[in-house]
């Protein structure tokens, strides 16, 4: 029978850490799937809150997580914004062929 990992407990003790801790690290010392924490930490923004959190402590992080975060931000919404782009150009062209 499979055990349940309590995520919630695993984020919030992953938010004391410091910057000497690895998710891979941290997925080894409690005995869970690096995959699947990874997954968590991903989905659940676990390094932006937890570089939030060690501000809001002033305790800032050595790395900068959250300028990081934001190029990763920035280059999401361009990306989005050149697939409407191109979604926008094509339906022009075929509204210009479509009248002709």
């Known amino acids: ?3 349940r990992i309590d995520w919630e407990r695993l ?3 992953y938010m004391g850490t410091g910057d000497e801790v690895t998710l891979k690290s941290f997925a080894s ?3 869970v799937s690096l995959v699947a924490l990874s997954r968590h930490a991903e989905n659940e923004h676990w390094e932006f809150l937890q570089a939030r959190w060690r501000v809001y402590m002033g305790r800032p992080q050595k790395t ?5 975060m934001r190029e990763d931000w920035d280059k999401k919404c361009a990306e989005a914004f050149a697939k409407l782009a191109a ?3 094509r339906e022009l062209e075929e509204k210009r062929e479509g009248g002709k």
């Open 1 to 3: 029978m499979s055990r």
């Open 11 to 13: 984020k919030d003790e």
């Open 29 to 31: 010392d409690h005995g």
């Open 64 to 68: 900068d997580i959250l300028k990081r």
């Open 87 to 89: 979604l926008r150009k």
